[in-house]
C-alpha cells in the first residue's frame, strides 16, 4: 500500500510538473530522494502519460493535420515539427555518446532552477518589446530540438521551459504559439524515449525485474492530471505571463541549495 501511494504521488508530481516551466524531471529527482529510487524506464513512462495529455487535448489539430498533409500550411507545420524531433534524436545520441547522464545529485537541479527563473524574466522582458508573433519559422524549429536536448541533458532545466522559450527567442513571441509547438513537439519526443528505454530494458534481460504494475499506476495518473494541467496552462498564457513560475523556481532554487 504504502508503495502504491508513492508511486501515485511521484505520477501526479510528473502531471503538473510536466509542462508548467518548472522542471518534471527536477521535481522528480528530488521527490525520489524521500520516496524512493525507481527505475529509468518507470520515470520515462510517467512522462509519456503526461504527454499522452497532449495528444487528448490537440487530437483534432492531429488528425486534421495528418487529414490534410496536403495543405501547404499543414505540410510547413508537420516538416518543421519532424526537424524540431530528429534534432532532438541526433543531439540525444550525440549526448549518449559523450556519456552526458542525468546527476542523482540535488545541487545541479536547484542551480538549474534558479538559473531557467533568471532566463524566464529575460525572455519575458524581450518578448514584451516585440509585437507578438505566431509565425513558425526554421530557426524556431531548429532552436526548439535544440533546447530539448539542453533539457534531456541538465535536470532542473525543464523541456517545456527550454521549448518555450526558446521558441519565444527565435521569434515566435506569441505564448500560446509557442506553447502549441513545444507541446506538440513533445509527442514524438517522449514517447520515442519511452520506446528507447524499453527495448534498452529488453535488451538487458530487465523486463522481468520490472514492477510493471507501478509503471501502469504512474502512467495513468501522471495522464489524467496532465490533462488538467495543461488545459488550465493553456487558457492561463491567454492573458498572463511566465514570471510567476520563474518566482517560484528561484525560491525553491534557494530553497534546495540551503538544504544541500
Known sequence: MQNTIEVILLGIIEGI???????????????????GRRS??????????AILAVVVIYWQRLWSMVLHLGRPEN???????SAAFLITVVGGLV???LGLELPDTIAPVAWALVIGGLVIFGVEAYASRQ??????????????????VLAAVFPGTSRSAATIFAAMLAGMTSRPAAA?????????TMFAATAYEAYDLYESG?????????????FVVSAVVAVIVVKWLLRYIQ????????????????VLLALA
Open 239 to 254: 492573458t498572463h505571463r511566465f514570471t510567476p513560475f520563474a518566482w517560484y523556481r528561484i525560491a525553491a532554487g534557494a
Open 131 to 148: 509585437t507578438p508573433s505566431d509565425r513558425l519559422t526554421w530557426s524556431v524549429a531548429i532552436w526548439v530540438g535544440l533546447a530539448q
Open 17 to 35: 510538473t510536466e509542462f508548467l516551466p518548472i522542471s518534471s524531471t527536477g521535481h522528480l529527482l528530488i521527490a525520489e530522494h524521500w520516496l
Open 40 to 49: 529509468d524506464l518507470f520515470n520515462v513512462a510517467i512522462q509519456a502519460g
Open 95 to 97: 549526448a549518449q555518446r
Open 180 to 188: 502549441d509547438f513545444a507541446f506538440l513537439v513533445g509527442i514524438p
Open 75 to 81: 505540410r510547413d507545420y508537420f516538416l518543421k515539427l
Open 206 to 218: 530487465g523486463m522481468q525485474q520490472e514492477n510493471w504494475s507501478d509503471v501502469a499506476i504512474g
